[in-house]
């Protein structure tokens, strides 16, 4: 589980590699069977060479120790 304050990387691309600011929920649409699926994790990610803010789906993310 990714937390603010993390030092994280994507799985695609192990070059961006930033700090884990803000965590957001995404509301999906999709209903199946059961009933609704659940809220997806949405990380805003500082980035170290630039300092830009990106967001990543959390299950994209891996921790860095």
């Given at each position: ?64 120790d």
């Amino acid at each position: 589980m990714v937390k603010i304050g993390d030092r994280v990387t994507t799985f695609r691309d192990m070059s961006k590699e930033g700090t884990v600011i803000e965590l957001k929920q995404n509301p999906v649409k999709t209903w199946m069977i059961g009933g609704a699926m659940s809220p997806e994790l949405i990380a805003v990610v500082k980035l170290d060479k630039n300092e830009e803010l990106v967001e990543y789906r959390c299950s994209d993310l891996m921790r860095l120790d």
